[in-house]
């Protein structure tokens, strides 16, 4: 990574809070400092209700925080089109809606106008060859012409990557991408996102995830949420420790690390 990349943050959350008003003042996130830098793939851990939703939808620029400064690839919101903004972000959610009966190359092909149906007259000669290139480049080529819905839990995950891919994005952010796989398909998803980091030395990601064998080997760092407030967050050997997950989590958690990737499990 250059000089030139160290200095500059994809990602800066200075002091941001977020309450909720409609039920009193209830703190979803406080007091909450981060800055993610090109070429650094974020874990974001923490049991439910912590804040990691509402963490990745500010950094999406797909909510304003109560108080402090959030500035997203060099852009504050609060000074920004938000909605030109989230354009130059990649998303990837189980979420998203995308047309069941579209065919894989015509789901990432959506990805070049941001929207749900295909805008035909938008896409080139050149878009529609970055298309193809993307699936080979993420593990799909002969899913090229098959119904999204008719494609496996994992290859959806691979094609939605691709389709978020289209913008170019300098940030990627990976909303739970693994839920709901089957262990072969994890492995495929885990492969294609090590590889991905690996080709692309300046994309950031974020990923959120319940489970530490999602995490790729490519994962730099992470950043643990308990109760809306950061418990640990800086270099992942640093943070993934068994004294911090078992506070995280409220209960014992022994962690290990294999060849790259993590591990762990509950007991008492």
Known sequence: MTETQERRAVVALTNVSVHRRTTGQEIVLEDISWTVRPGEHWALLGANGAGKTTLLRLIGADMFPTGG????LGDRLGRVDMRQLRARIGLVSAAQKVPLDATAHTVVLTGATGT????????????RQRAHVLLAELGCKELAERRFGDCSGGQRARILICRALMADPSLLLLDEPFNALDLPSRED??????????????????TV?????????STTRAFLLKEGRELASGPVEDVLT???????FSRPVHVARHDGRWYARSGR
């Open 69 to 72: 400064t959030v500035e997203v």
């Open 209 to 217: 995830t319940h489970h530490l064998e999602e995490l790729p080997p």
């Open 116 to 127: 749900v149906q295909p805008l035909w007259r938008e896409y080139g000669t050149a878009t």
């Open 189 to 206: 998803l885990v492969d294609a996102l090590h590889q991905l980091a690996v080709d692309r030395g300046d994309l950031a990601t974020v």
């Open 242 to 248: 068994p004294d911090n997950m078992t506070v995280c």
